[in-house]
């Protein structure tokens, strides 16, 4: 199973981008990336998911490298509520089931 | 519903006894997850159900631990003998399924405390 790997902790100035790295190099061809975020002690939040092409929608962009083998979610004007840990996902698709595995996630913590 | 619902939302429960825990998926969902997050951690996988079969198992940490789901619909996630490390947040979730590439909706999680 494909693990990913993500700083433990990052801060970001309100109103600013923040960018939140993460490392699957071990992906294979048919694994998708998805980020969740989970705010205190809520159920976690879908955010944005993709294959290989750039993604955006309304909460953020994914940039996902050529190879594939990392990632970067970007939030482009964060405010204090985007304060949450975000988790970098590689769901695993074997004979039609489907994995999801969660890495360890980063706190990010949106400064006023 | 209009969500994934769980229940009981808290259970206090004391080591040795056997704890039920439920999840009610969104209608239509035929895919089912359950994960366990201990205090301050992240998420771990523990089962997944397409349909009423679990096509992976591998994340249940021992045979204390059992689930199973009926009418496409309704999971119960059954832990025998609670032990003080099974004290957790148990989170539900599920999606559409199959070749789906859609979100996990999440419950809010069912906290089980083993004194």
């Known amino acids: 199973d494909a693990k990913t790997t993500q700083p433990p902790s990052m801060d970001c100035a309100e109103g600013r981008a923040a960018n939140l790295p993460c490392n699957h190099s071990?992906?294979?061809?048919?694994?998708?990336v998805y980020w969740y975020r989970q705010i205190h002690s809520q159920g976690p939040q879908y955010i944005i998911h993709?294959?290989?092409n750039n993604e955006t929608n309304e909460m953020a962009s994914l940039i996902i490298t050529e190879d594939r083998k990392s990632s970067t979610l970007i939030l482009p004007h964060a405010t204090l509520r985007d304060t949450a840990v975000y988790y970098c996902?590689?769901?695993?698709?074997?004979?039609?089931?489907?994995?999801?595995?969660f890495g360890t996630g980063t706190r990010l913590k949106v400064l006023a | 519903g209009a969500g994934v619902s769980q229940s009981p939302s808290n259970k206090v429960t004391e080591k040795g006894k056997d704890v039920e825990l439920r999840c009610d998926p969104i209608?239509?969902?035929?895919?089912l997850y359950w994960y366990r997050q201990r205090l301050g951690q992240g998420l771990e996988f523990l089962i997944y159900?397409?349909?009423?079969?679990?096509?992976?198992k591998s994340g249940l940490p021992s045979d204390r631990f059992s689930a199973e789901r009926t009418g496409e619909s309704v999971s119960t996630l059954t832990i025998q003998r609670t032990q003080q490390e099974d004290s957790a947040v148990y989170l539900c979730?599920?999606?559409?399924?199959?070749?789906?590439?859609?979100?996990?909706?999440f419950g809010e999680g069912s906290r089980l405390t083993v004194l």
């Open positions: 979730a599920s999606s559409l399924g199959g070749f789906d590439t859609g979100e996990l909706f």
């Open positions: 071990t992906i294979s061809g048919n694994e998708y």
């Open positions: 993709g294959l290989k």
């Open positions: 996902i590689v769901r695993r698709t074997t004979s039609g089931t489907y994995k999801y595995i």
């Open positions: 209608s239509g969902h035929t895919a």
């Open positions: 159900f397409q349909g009423n079969s679990a096509p992976d």
